[in-house]
């Protein structure tokens, strides 16, 4: 039994429309990874993963990723979506007095959206990237 290092993220979850993958995968792992649908591997192989190394993760492509490159053409084709954790500063209400807390809130942004964002402010606010989902839909036409 070969046991594998860090597996936290490293998943892949279907539903009727969409494809669900942790984005703590290497290139490389992503690849080999069976339980991945053939299609969704193959357009990473193809497409994506010329213009990124094998030991990159998904997270570091995605959060590093420019508005203005083809790749977010071929995610928005996808119609990809990612969910990201941010820190936001959550106040009580007025008539509390307690004060401001800072918290991780999940949200769902799509690839484009998260491009447009710099690497400096996505560290500002404090972009956790968690997940990318692809529909299925969208891979059969592709």
């Not at 990159?56 to 508005?67: G, P």
């Not at 560290?123 to 059969?140: F, P, T």
Request: with cysteine; glycine share 4%.
């Amino acid at each position: 039994m070969q046991k594998k290092g860090y597996e936290d993220y490293k998943y892949c979850v279907q539903d009727t429309g969409r494809v669900y993958v942790g984005c703590k995968y290497t290139f490389s792992e992503f690849l080999e990874d069976e339980d991945i649908p053939f299609k969704l591997r193959m357009i990473m192989e193809r497409y994506i993963q010329p213009e990124a190394s094998p030991d990159d993760t998904l997270e570091t492509h995605l959060y590093y990723l420019q508005a203005d490159s083809f790749l977010v053409k071929i995610y928005r084709q996808m119609k990809a979506k990612v969910r990201v954790n941010v820190m936001e500063e959550k106040k009580p209400a007025f008539w509390k007095k307690e004060p401001a807390r800072k918290q991780y809130v999940t949200k769902q942004f799509t690839v484009a959206e998260l491009a447009g964002l710099s690497p400096g402010e996505k560290e500002r606010k404090g972009y956790v990237i968690q997940e990318l989902s692809v529909s299925k839909l969208a891979l059969a036409a592709l």
